[in-house]
Nanobody, 116 residues
């Protein structure tokens, strides 16, 4: 069973930065895809950014140019660097790891609040 533990959330002012971390219980290299999702109150969970085993990244249009996803296989960790944050970035952020057998593994989530 894969365990994912997110950290780094908190309160930040608009225009500020935060870095989220997601540590996995397995080496990140074994996952086909690692991603960050977010869910704001009353809204559906949405993809923020993802990175596949080859290092190809994908971003939601709303965060392009502001957020950067990266992975450190040596530390079993995937990161989400968030800059120029906006109040609409406020949400619970979740890490997801897709294993080679196509199973989705989720973390417990970390709250990010951006004040105006």
């Amino acid at each position: 069973q894969v365990q994912l533990v997110e950290s780094g959330g908190g309160l930040v002012q608009a225009g500020g930065s935060l870095r989220l971390s997601c540590e996995t219980s397995r080496n990140t290299f074994i996952f086909n895809n690692l991603g960050w999702y977010r869910q704001a109150p009353g809204k559906q969970r949405e993809l923020v950014a993802s990175i596949n085993r080859g290092g190809t990244t994908t971003y939601a249009d709303s965060v392009k140019g502001r957020f950067t996803i990266s992975r450190d296989n040596a530390k079993n960790t995937v990161y989400l660097q968030m800059s120029s944050q906006k109040p609409e970035d406020t949400a619970v952020y979740y890490c997801k790891a897709v294993s080679v057998d196509q199973n989705d593994n989720w973390g417990q989530g970390t709250q990010v609040t951006v004040s105006s």
